[in-house]
């Protein structure tokens, strides 16, 4: 197995395919995608591309921790690559407070950065389900890695996909599937959980757009070249005059500036952006005028569910660094620590809470692949992966003592990072009012 995962990780190398698409193949559904979208009964919507209209009626349900055999070869390989590639760089990543750009070129070799882009423009063509386990697996070596693959995947790719012009599509998918990376440029420093009140504006010209204003809080953007940017084009019709644009780096006037210094997922990059009159062609109109906040809501729904896939990720690889400690390496008073009750009870719960967020987050994703309505779902995902990734990634620290919270393993940066879930994409107490304001509709007569 270990020979196979080995050759795996060296497609570009050997000019091979990249882990996705062998994920795929050792799965045996190396196949067209058509093919591949078949429904198998093995999970109720094992392989679907999320626009694939489909009927689940007449398929057997099937435990939500199920995976289809190209997601769990997904989530074996994945894993595997997140502890021989950036585990030994992670540490050192969080105190340089900097993305190691190899980690950034393996990502793209191995098939991570486009994982939903359909093999035409250049992706892996696998399902959204398949970027969630991903974005899991590498939350639980690193979080920050995942925040990557997560921002670039479930909002930059899938703006492109579902909203992008033909034009768009093929000058940007290719280059996002193997060498760009790509930010989601949203929030402000007056618009952050009030979104839509941002005050960067673009301005139609006879061959384009300008756009003027700032950015705050942009995840990815050392490292990208291409933005996804929301501004409004028609500030007299309030929100209903937002629209997204692509704005590329080394465009004349748009400047990434302060980079943040940070808490937690510290070699994830943070910028403030700044655009003086950015001239943009007017190919780079992101679907429509006027639809950008629809674009925006929808876009942040679905990632939701990485953000949450993340925090699962990041509860359960600080349960596991702990626990491994607990029950092979301390004693104490002649006993392995993780062998007193007092330990065990409190192990037992947090791996609990882990697989009830766990079945909240692939719920909400199976939903979604489904076509069913998934935004309660995915709001209730994210509150409680976040919740939950607090509370184990905290009571893990306390497990290992003094061993917990010293900046040699990484117990005390999975801690650290999960305050983050906390806060993007949509902060807590935002998931709440969704949830509150769904539940209500529901049971308002
Ligand atoms: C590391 C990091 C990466 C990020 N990446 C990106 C990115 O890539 N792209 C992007 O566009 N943005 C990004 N963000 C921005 C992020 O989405 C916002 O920080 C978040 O939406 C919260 O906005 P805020 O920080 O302005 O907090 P505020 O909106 O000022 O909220 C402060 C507090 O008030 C509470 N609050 C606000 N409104 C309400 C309400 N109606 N009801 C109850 N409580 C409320 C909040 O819950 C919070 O506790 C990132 C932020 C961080 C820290």
């Known amino acids: 197995m270990s020979s196979s995962f080995t050759r795996a990780l060296r497609p570009a190398l050997r000019g091979g395919r990249c882990l996705a698409q062998r994920a795929a193949a050792r799965s045996g559904v190396a196949r067209p995608i058509a093919a591949r979208n078949a429904i198998r009964p093995l999970s109720t919507t094992s392989s679907l591309r999320s626009d694939d209209p489909v009927d689940i009626s007449e398929i057997p349900p099937t435990p ?5 055999e190209v997601e769990a070869a997904m989530a074996e390989a994945v894993s595997k690559f997140a ?16 993305m190691d750009p190899t980690v950034v070129e393996q990502l793209f070799e191995q098939g991570l ?10 992706g892996a063509g696998m399902n959204f389900t398949a970027a969630i386990v991903g974005i899991e697996e590498l939350a639980r070596v690193d979080p920050s890695v995942s ?3 997560d921002v670039h995947n479930t909002l930059c790719n899938t703006a492109l996909l579902k909203y992008g012009s033909e034009h768009l599509k093929r000058t940007w998918l290719p280059r996002l599937a193997t060498n760009t990376v790509a930010s989601f440029c949203l929030s402000e420093p007056v618009s952050g959980s009030d979104a839509f009140a941002m005050h960067t504006k673009a301005t139609e010209t006879a061959d384009g757009f300008t756009i003027s204003g700032g950015k705050m809080w942009i995840t990815n953007s050392i490292e990208a070249d291409f933005f996804i940017v ?36 510290r070699a994830s990059s943070t910028c403030v952006l700044n655009f003086d009159d950015v001239k943009i062609p007017k190919e780079n109109l992101l679907g429509e005028r006027g639809q950008g906040y629809k674009y925006a809501i929808s876009l942040l729904n679905e990632g939701r569910i990485g953000i949450a896939a993340q925090m699962t990720g990041l509860a359960l690889g600080a349960f596991e660094n702990a626990v491994r400690y607990v029950w092979n390496d301390r004693r104490q008073f002649g006993s392995l620590v993780g062998e007193f009750q007092g330990m065990q009870h409190q192990i037992a719960q947090s791996y609990t809470e882990i697989a009830a967020a766990r079945a909240l987050v692939y719920n909400a994703a199976r939903k979604k692949e489904a076509g069913e309505d998934f935004v309660k779902d995915a709001a209730m995902a994210k509150l ?7 509370k184990v990634s905290g009571l893990a620290v306390e497990w290992m003592g003094g061993m917990g919270f010293v900046r040699e393993g990484l117990a005390e ?24 304001k769904l539940l209500q509709k529901e049971y308002t007569s």
Do not use: C
């Open 413 to 436: 940066k999975f801690w650290r990072d999960s305050k983050i879930g906390a806060i993007y994409e949509g902060t807590s107490n935002i998931q709440l009012n969704t949830i509150a």
């Open 64 to 68: 939500i921790s199920h995976l289809s």
């Open 384 to 390: 409680y992966a976040s919740q939950v990734a607090g």
């Open 230 to 265: 929301f501004a409004n084009l028609d500030p007299a019709k309030g929100y209903r005059g937002i629209t997204a644009f692509v704005i590329e780096k080394g465009t004349p006037g748009f400047e990434i500036a302060k980079k943040e210094k940070k808490l937690g997922i």
């Open 83 to 98: 502890n021989d590639v950036i585990l030994p760089k992670a540490r050192d990543m969080d105190e340089a407070e900097t």
């Open 147 to 149: 925040v990557m693959v």
């Open 113 to 122: 950065m486009g994982v939903e882009i359909p093999e035409e423009y250049g």
